[in-house]
């Protein structure tokens, strides 16, 4: 099973609204990470878990926290967020958070924030 | 992490090879190369990775000059299914960062 699984697919919040982005992955993998990708860009890495420990935040703004449960489960949780905030949200894994050792992407949950 | 230059875009006819050019000039020795693709509004897929040697494998072949400054993606026989967003990307931490890329149009 090399599947990353994101939910849900969509997502559609109000300003003030709490809500949270699920990634799961059953390979075994140590590293987990979180992209955010606009209209038309590439995607841009957030945050890195190696071994389920944050090891980078990409100066991400506090209205975005990551979670790591368990060594399968990588949630973002959302509040206060902006409409620019509105984007593709990518997850990923990979075996070890070491270069040499490709990436594994989900098929990302598209937000929209009104 | 080493700054790639890809050409905007490219096409290929159905059936015929696809040689995609990235151009790393700065990338130091234990930087691999990597290319991944993203097709409309899909999560992207990983291709292949390199760091001195060619390699190959079922999707794809990788080259890298022996100055390690530039490679070529090669899809040998490009289908309409491989019109993508392809990304070259040079690593050396647990980073990917991703340049703009070159955005590879199939045609029949």
């Known amino acids: 099973d090399t599947e990353v699984t994101q939910t849900p697919k969509h997502l559609v919040m109000g300003m003030t609204n709490k809500k949270s982005l699920k990634c799961e992955q059953h390979m075994g993998h140590r590293a987990m990470y979180w992209y955010k990708q606009k209209a038309k860009k590439p995607p841009e890495l957030m945050f890195v878990y190696s071994y389920e420990k944050l090891s980078i935040n990409e100066s991400v703004p506090s209205r975005f926290s990551p979670e790591c449960p368990n060594s399968s489960l990588l949630n973002l949780h959302l509040h206060a967020l902006q409409p620019e905030d509105s984007a593709l949200y990518l997850c990923?894994?990979?075996?070890?958070?070491?270069?040499?050792?490709?990436?594994?992407f989900g098929p990302g949950t598209r937000l929209t924030v009104t | 992490d080493a700054k790639t230059t890809q050409p905007p875009s490219m096409d290929c006819a159905e059936g015929r090879a696809a040689n995609l050019p990235c151009n790393h000039s700065t990338i130091s020795g234990n930087e691999y190369v990597y290319w991944y693709r993203q097709i409309h509004s899909q999560g992207p897929q990983y291709i292949i990775h390199?760091?001195?040697n060619n390699e190959t494998n079922e999707m794809a072949s990788l080259i890298i000059t022996e100055d390690r400054k530039s490679s070529t993606l090669i899809l040998p026989h490009a289908t309409l299914r491989d019109t993508a967003v392809y990304y070259c990307?040079?690593?050396?931490?647990?980073?990917?960062?991703f340049g703009t890329g070159t955005r590879l149009q199939v045609f029949p």
């Open positions: 390199g760091l001195k």
């Open positions: 990923a894994s990979s075996q070890e958070p070491f270069e040499g050792y490709e990436q594994y």
């Open positions: 990307i040079a690593m050396n931490t647990d980073k990917l960062i």
